[in-house]
């Protein structure tokens, strides 16, 4: 028997009962309730803590269950005044919000940052949470900055340019930026950005009080004279960039570029955020080395999450620097809330130290790979003016440039009406976009939808 359809029909039972009986009346047991239904004890006893959650129902310990007296009732409070104390809204709210919100029953997601369930290794992670949640130490208190093999092995994966002591865990990629823009700069300070670039760095800009500056990307990632001249007009003292598989347009940047952002920073005696998001997601060849891993005067501040390439559940990053940044940058995170859930931790060092990390990898590579290219067919064959002019080697997004003229957040918005979820490109620019565009994403849909989701886009179109 289906338990699922057990306990709605003890649910739905119970709330009958309810609204018929008087607060404080019992109602039926475990053991009635488990025979009416043909239902096991866990199931009628699941059915009944959902009622106690919601308030219908209460559970008195060794005398039963029991309607629970309704809410007081209380008129409507005035909350106008919080208009005035609290001021204008926080600018990129709306735009975070609608990037996280979930896609409705029947719309196919081509939006999202986040891998579909199917691909998420929940199996081994739940194995790797429980072995973790039964050893008492994972428990305790542990360093503020981290568990230090934890630490060591994202030191190892920024490619040997950083210690195990110069690493920090905090709870998700966003966390550590966050954490790591409040540390090296101050209220009215500039930050460099790649144009267009991931709409998180910017709302988190904006709300630590930034001043944004667009640096113009291409095809090979962000241009070095371009970053250079910003610099030098600015006066900015940090750049924040996504070398590999850029969020959202998927560039990489290129071998010959590395070496003269490099110089540009360093001739302006700045930092540089390097956001390696995506060192997991590389669907073809070998992805390059962390910018971190050729950086001997502490230039780049490295930021390694987990969450994009496992699940969004496992809320683990890293972020990294060295010499007095790095000391900033650990006081910070020791501020915003302590230090990251030990049994989270122990879960993650023993996932990504084991075999099942390799396997998800070459899965991830496959499927993603899969999704890609029935993605890329399916604007062939219904929308062959959307295709890319250039395909990213990684990453979860295509970045597809609009008709001229086109109102990007207007054929989002018709894409939702006809039943599949886009992102318009206009939020992921600090300044005036040059043209409309879509990120399209195929992550978060199965190969076989891709076909149905783009027919919908067409229509929409």
């Known amino acids: 028997m289906d338990q699922g359809n057990a306990a709605e029909r003890v649910v739905q039972d119970l709330l009958r009962v309810v609204a018929a009986a008087t607060p404080g009346a019992r109602l039926p047991s475990v053991r009635e309730l488990s025979a009416r239904h043909q239902a096991s004890p866990v199931t009628v006893t699941a059915a009944i803590r959902q009622l106690v959650a919601r308030g219908v129902v209460e559970a008195r310990t060794g005398r039963g269950t029991f309607v629970a007296a309704p809410p007081e009732h209380r008129s409507a409070p005035d909350l106008s005044w919080q208009t005035v104390a609290l001021g204008p809204r926080p600018a990129g709210e709306a735009e975070m919000q ?35 949640a039964r050893q008492p130490a994972s428990w305790q208190r542990g360093p503020a900055e981290g568990r230090a093999d934890l630490r060591a092995w994202f030191a190892r994966e920024a490619g040997g340019g950083l210690r195990a002591d110069d690493m920090v865990i905090c709870p998700g990629g966003q966390a550590a930026l966050s954490s790591a823009l409040r540390a090296l700069t101050a209220p009215g300070d500039t930050l460099l950005v790649e144009s267009p670039t991931y709409l998180g760095a910017l709302a988190t800009a904006r709300a630590a009080g930034l001043r944004i500056v667009p640096v113009p990307a291409d095809s090979d990632g962000v241009r070095p004279d371009q970053l250079a001249a910003a610099f030098a007009r600015t006066g900015a003292r940090l750049f924040y960039c996504q070398p590999l598989h850029a969020n959202p347009h998927g560039a990489t940047l290129a071998p010959h570029r590395r070496v003269a952002v490099a110089e540009a920073v360093r001739d302006a005696g700045a930092f540089l955020i390097e956001d390696d998001y995506a060192r997991d997601l590389t ?10 891993a050729d950086d001997p005067d502490g230039h780049v501040v490295h930021l390694r999450s987990l969450t994009k390439s496992a699940a969004p559940g496992l809320r683990v990053a890293a972020i990294g620097a060295r010499g007095p940044a790095g000391a900033r940058l650990r006081a910070a995170r020791l501020l915003d809330d302590f230090f990251v859930a030990g049994p989270l931790q122990q879960a993650t060092l023993e996932f990504v130290t084991s075999p099942a990390w390799e396997r998800h990898r070459r899965a991830l590579r496959t499927a993603l790979r899969a999704r890609r290219e029935a993605l890329l067919a399916a604007l062939h064959k219904h929308l062959p003016d959307l295709l890319p002019r250039s395909v990213p080697r990684g990453g979860l997004h295509l970045w597809v440039r609009l008709a001229d003229g086109a109102d990007d957040v207007a054929v989002a918005a018709a894409a939702a009406a006809a039943g599949v979820i886009v992102f318009p490109g206009r939020p992921w620019y600090a300044a005036e976009p040059p043209a409309a565009h879509l990120r399209l994403t195929y992550a978060a849909a199965s190969p076989e939808q891709m076909d149905e989701a783009v027919r919908r886009l067409a229509r929409a179109l």
């Not at 669907?283 to 971190?292: N, Y």
């Open 98 to 132: 609608a990037l996280l919100a979930l896609p409705p029953p029947g719309a196919i997601p081509l939006s999202g940052g986040y891998l579909d369930a199917d691909l998420q290794p929940a199996a081994a992670l739940g194995a790797a949470l429980t072995r973790a």
């Open 283 to 292: 669907v073809d060849g070998e992805p390059p080395p962390p910018l971190a």
